[in-house]
């Protein structure tokens, strides 16, 4: 069974930088992609940031793009690195695991299989 935990949340001013990590462990000799999404209170669940694993080429959500780089250590770990915070990305932060092979990443979370707990990142303004 996959297991994901993720770490590296936490408080920061506007303007600061957060590194995320998730590491995959059980079953993940199956896994096509990885992705990261985030949830706001009262919002619905978003796509951030995926990667063909391992060694893909990331895609971002257009909210994040040229603030947030995503990478692998090319064994079970991803990160998403967060620069340029702004208050408008708190949120809590998961990562997923896609074990169906596709012609693309996805970027809904309904294509990914299993997730993470998630992690608290809170951008003070």
């Known amino acids: 069974q996959v297991h994901l935990v993720e770490s590296g949340g936490g408080l920061v001013q506007a303007g600061g930088s957060l590194r995320l990590s998730c590491a995959a462990s059980?079953?993940?000799?199956?896994?096509?992609?990885m992705g990261w999404f985030r949830q706001a209170p009262g919002k619905e669940r978003e796509f951030v940031a995926a990667i063909r694993w391992i060694g893909g080429t990331p895609y971002y959500a257009d909210s994040v793009k040229g603030r947030f780089t995503m990478s692998d250590n090319a064994k079970n770990t991803v990160y998403l690195q967060m620069n340029s915070l702004k208050p408008e990305d708190t949120a809590v932060y998961y990562c997923a695991i896609d074990q169906s092979p596709s012609c693309r990443v996805k970027t809904t979370h309904q294509g990914y299989d299993c997730w993470g707990q998630g992690t608290q990142v809170t951008v003070s303004s």
């Open positions: 059980g079953g993940t000799d199956r896994t096509y992609a």
